[in-house]
């Protein structure tokens, strides 16, 4: 099933309309400031060269390799669907259970796709991909055990999409070897995923030909300023990331008052072990609070974390015993 987060709509349909916070995301909720704009990125084309200046800024600021390629899409998933046409269709696997889109994507581009479990059961696929922080469990795998497995299948894709978070994980300053290619997010860490923006780096042949498929304009204007602005501000990244851990553990203090068990999760969002998932679900949703389940879990909730004040004290009341 393709269910995503993020579907605010479901919970108006079911519980009405109000004043909702929407926690059924890893979108920070603290989100970099927007800046004013120039006038011309609104009114112009992006031009080649903005584009690639983004694309540089974005290698410079994560550690790319030299000898990696690099593009800018409209979100990370426009490479997640563009990803299963660089390689003729055979035998895929996802580790999982992760974000479904992954799958749903390459079984739409004709391969054959099993969701495994283990890294060990991703040897000899074609094509293998790892979520890497995991979604939603917050698995993390080494940059030399990712490098170990790109060994053993034919072509890897890791998908760094929670990457800013764990910034010593990331295989981008491996990029660059024909059979790796690395996703990376914009909008989750930064709290501007209406802008739609994210990346693909790799081998210089796997760029070039998502280059073809996304076509000359793959991202915006605006996306462009504001993306290369908010990557250069170091010092807003380093200090959200450690806002983002204290937060994370104001959220699980709620959680645990609840009587919810920690299930994993990143600084970005948690999951939580309920009796009742459903339940658990609705009891935030009668505070105007919308959470994410699972079709494949009775139990298990993923909740993003509130930004302002107000956002935590209507948390803690609806966690109430």
Request: with cysteine; net charge neutral.
């Amino acid at each position: 099933m393709r269910d995503h987060g993020g579907n605010l709509d479901q919970a108006v349909a079911v519980f009405g309309t109000g004043d909702w916070i929407d926690l059924s995301t890893g979108i920070n909720r603290r989100p970099w400031p927007l800046p004013l704009l120039d006038p011309e990125c609104w009114r112009s084309l992006p031009t080649r060269a903005a584009q690639a200046g983004l694309v540089a800024q974005a290698a410079r600021a994560w550690g790319a390799s030299d000898r990696a390629a690099g593009i800018a899409l409209a979100g990370a998933q426009a490479a997640i669907q563009l990803m299963p046409l660089l390689r003729p269709a055979g035998r895929a696997a996802v580790l999982g259970p992760t974000y479904n889109e992954h799958a749903a994507c390459l079984i739409q581009a004709g391969w054959d796709v099993a969701s495994v479990s283990t890294i060990e059961a991703l040897h000899g696929a074609a094509l293998a991909v790892v979520v890497n922080p995991n979604n939603p469990d917050g698995r993390c795998h080494t940059p030399e055990d990712m490098l170990a497995l790109s060994r053993k299948v034919g072509f890897l894709v890791v998908d760094e999409s929670f990457g800013d978070i764990t910034p010593g994980l990331s295989l981008l300053p491996q990029a660059g070897q024909d059979n790796l290619l690395i996703l990376r997010s914009f909008g989750k860490f930064y709290g501007l995923a209406g802008l739609r923006l994210g990346f693909a780096f790799g081998a210089v042949s796997d760029i070039a030909a998502l280059v073809r498929m996304a076509g000359p304009w793959a991202v915006s204007g605006p996306a462009i300023e504001i993306g290369r602005q908010a990557i250069s501000d170091t010092g807003w990244a380093d200090a959200m990331r450690a806002q983002l851990a204290l937060d994370a553990g104001r959220a699980d203090d709620l959680a645990r008052v609840a009587g919810w068990k920690i299930a994993g999760g990143t600084t970005l969002f948690r999951l939580y072990e309920t009796p009742d998932a459903q339940a658990a679900q609705h009891r935030l949703a009668r505070h105007n609070i919308w959470s994410r389940i699972f079709p494949w879990s009775g139990r298990l909730l993923r909740l993003g974390l509130p930004g302002p004040e107000p956002e935590w004290d209507r948390l803690s009341w609806a966690l109430r015993p």
